[in-house]
């Protein structure tokens, strides 16, 4: 008696349905925050039912979204810096590190807070915000930045201003890859502007040809 064909495994389709509503998600609830999940199911090209089987509401899918960011900026996170490394140079390499997962999760951060909630966002930032702070400090104690303001607090002023050139970028008022980002919140940290060009010149120099290949 010959065996009816082995049924093929779903769970490759579900992997690839649910990769593709969080990327649909990324995008429209960027553009339109309040869009129901129903929407979101067309936009992703799935039925309302395969939505539902992922994230029974709303506040999963949010969940999933951040856990996501979470995941992507611990592994764009940069290796600690050798011991020769300077403070500018280290904080250099850090924005040009953030930037792309930044551009990617901007619009979510507002999003987050509505939904999610500030302690779950500063979860979700917390290791960036350790690395930051880290390198600020060692930038004051090196007599390399400004010492106006706290390591944490200035780390929290430059992410404050990072946000705010990715919103512009969002709106096609900034084109930027990271450089003119990298070289303001150097000029800000107390670094004079032609140090702060070259050092980024320097370091987007060195890591730009293994990020594109």
């Known amino acids: 008696m010959t065996k009816p064909p082995a049924r093929v495994p779903q769970r490759s389709n579900a992997r690839s349905n649910r990769e593709r509503i969080l990327a649909t998600a990324r995008r429209e609830l960027g553009r339109n925050p309040d869009i129901t999940l129903e929407e979101l199911a067309r936009a992703s090209g799935v039925v309302r039912r395969t939505l539902f089987g992922h994230f029974p509401g709303r506040e999963a899918l949010l969940e999933a979204l951040a856990e996501e960011a979470s995941e992507a900026l611990m592994a764009a996170l940069p290796a600690d810096p050798e011991p020769v490394e300077s403070a500018d140079r280290a904080f250099v390499r850090f924005v040009l590190s953030m930037w792309t997962v930044g551009d990617r999760y901007r619009l979510l951060l507002a999003l987050a807070r509505r939904d999610l909630g500030v302690e779950r966002v500063a979860e979700v930032l917390a290791p960036a915000r350790r690395a930051a702070t880290a390198i600020l400090d060692r930038g004051q104690r090196d007599g390399v930045f400004h010492t106006q303001l706290p390591p944490a607090v200035l780390s929290a002023g430059l992410e404050a201003l990072t946000v705010a050139l990715l919103e512009e970028l969002n709106t ?42």
């Open 172 to 213: 096609g008022e900034l084109e930027d890859d990271g450089t003119h980002a990298a070289v303001a919140a150097l000029i800000a940290t107390g670094v004079p502007e032609k140090q702060a060009r070259d050092v980024v010149d320097e370091i987007a120099g060195a890591i730009r040809p293994v990020t594109d290949g």
